[in-house]
Structures are given as structure tokens and as C-alpha cells.
């Protein structure tokens, strides 16, 4: 007989003179049961509660954001993003975006608000998933009107229903008698809720052309979001970026003749790494 069972039946099942022991070894064995279930259970929702605070985050700010610090926003983005697709073959995708801050008006209402421009075909964003109402189109409808998509806690607050029309002042700066905000008039194609009040309260969505053109921007974009099969592959991908970086800078000093050959490709990708580092 395996000596363990042997030990086990003696403590379990003892003899009538030690009935005593025998009650203290089953209320042991359902204390320690008790106690190892409600730890599984709660490692289990917290866990759960991680995994979804996580998902929501990361499908309204993607796992790596790329901005450009100048005003005019970046003007090689296409390239940037051609170049990381090459590079990074596990980036899951990546969008160029357009995004400043504005106000927000309906009828009396005024909110500020952080409008972003996106493209909808290649954005990673999880808010069109989520509508409560309306639709998640937002093509623009003539040279006049364009459509956005307005979280439930703003629409709520200001009391909008999907197909209002809404007016957006653009914010260039500090806005004066020689720095006017720059108006445009929207149409409400749908209200999303991610179940995140805060950004629900203030970013809003619409076609990456219309932000470009409210805030002056032409062809440039202000960023690029990018999302990754994985969480651990953007820690990953930042140690790669700044290797290749000082490797590209340590090349540009010590080597004139790949900078004078070609210059234009040391420069672009020189600027690429700088937006990511």
C-alpha cells in the first residue's frame, strides 16, 4: 500500500477512541478547500477585470503612438508607414491619424472636445464596434457637411441623438482677433460607449481628410497608431528602434560617404526613428 494513502485513512478514518481527531482533520481539509477556492476565484476576476481594462484601453489608444512634435504634423508619414510594415513584420497594423483639440457645439451646449481625423478602412480603433446608435459611417456627405461618431457620455451631456447636426470649431493655437478658429459643420452618424466615461466624454470621430483640412494641415498628419499581435512585442520594438537608431546615428558621423551618396535616405529614416524613440 502506498504509504501516503496509508498515512491519509489513518488521520481520516480513525477509531471510535479518536473520533475527536478525526473531526479536526475534516474541518482543516474544508477550511484549506475554502481558502484555495476563494483565492482561485479572485486571482480569476482580477485577471478578468485586467484582460477587459486592458483591451479597452488598447482599442482606443493602440499599443504604440507615433507624434510629431513640429505643428505642421509629418509630412513623410506614408513613408514612415511603409517602412515599418517592412521592418516589423508582427505589427498586427497601422494607421495615420489627425488629431487636435476643438470645441464642440450644439445649440447652447459647448464642450471641448479632441477631434480626431481617421482612416476608416485602416483604423485600429474598437469605438466603431461599439455603437448604441446610428451607424459607424463616417464618409463625408458634400463639401458642407461631413459625419462623426460622438461618445454616449458627451452626446448625454449635450444632448445629441444620432443625425443632429453639430458645428466644430477648429483651435489653432490661442485663438484672437488674428488667429480665428476655423468652423465646420457635422452631422451625427452614430454614438459609440466603450464603457471608458472619460474618453467617451471627449474624443470624437471623423474622416482623416475633414480634420486635415479644419486644421490646415494639407497632406500631413499629426501622428500614426499602431497595434501589436501581443503586449510584449511594443517593449520589444522600442529596444529594436533605439539599437537601430544609434546604430543609424553612429553611421551619419562616421560615415561621409553614405551621407553624401544618400543623403535623402539618412535623413528620412534617421527622422522615422525619431518619431518613435
Known amino acids: 500500500m502506498n504509504y501516503k494513502l496509508f498515512i491519509a485513512g489513518r488521520f481520516l478514518f480513525s477509531k471510535g477512541e479518536s473520533k475527536f481527531i478525526s473531526f479536526i482533520t475534516y474541518i482543516s481539509i474544508i477550511g484549506v478547500t475554502l481558502g484555495v477556492a476563494a483565492l482561485i476565484i479572485a486571482v480569476s476576476v482580477l485577471n478578468g477585470f485586467e484582460k477587459e481594462i486592458r483591451d479597452k484601453v488598447a482599442g482606443l489608444v493602440s499599443h504604440i503612438q507615433i507624434t510629431s512634435f513640429l505643428s ?53 480603433s474598437k469605438s466603431k464596434n461599439k455603437i ?57 452618424s452614430g454614438i459609440y460607449e466603450t464603457g471608458l466615461k472619460e474618453l467617451d466624454d471627449i474624443i470624437i470621430y471623423t474622416d482623416i481628410r475633414t480634420t486635415q483640412k479644419l486644421f490646415e494641415y494639407g497632406e500631413n498628419v499629426s501622428g500614426m497608431r499602431s497595434s501589436c499581435m501581443t503586449l510584449i512585442m511594443p517593449e520589444l520594438l522600442l529596444i529594436k528602434l533605439k539599437l537601430r537608431s544609434a546604430i543609424l546615428i553612429i553611421l551619419s558621423l562616421f560615415s561621409s560617404y553614405t551621407s553624401r551618396s544618400s543623403p535623402g535616405w539618412n535623413c528620412r529614416k534617421l527622422r522615422y526613428l525619431s518619431y518613435l524613440v
Open 72 to 124: 505642421e504634423g509629418l509630412s513623410d508619414h506614408k513613408e514612415v508607414i511603409t517602412m515599418m510594415k517592412n521592418d516589423f513584420k508582427k505589427l498586427k497594423g497601422i494607421s495615420p491619424i489627425v488629431q487636435k483639440e476643438a470645441v464642440i457645439r450644439f445649440k447652447t451646449g459647448v464642450e471641448g472636445i479632441i477631434l480626431k481625423g481617421i482612416v476608416p478602412e485602416t483604423d485600429l
Open 132 to 188: 448604441i446608435s446610428g451607424s459607424s459611417d463616417i464618409s463625408p456627405v458634400d463639401s458642407n457637411f461631413s459625419k462623426l461618431l460622438i461618445g454616449d457620455k458627451l452626446a448625454k451631456k449635450l444632448g445629441i441623438e444620432a443625425g443632429n447636426k453639430v458645428i466644430v470649431f477648429g483651435l489653432n493655437g490661442i485663438p484672437g482677433p488674428f488667429n480665428q478658429p476655423k468652423l465646420k459643420q457635422f452631422i451625427v
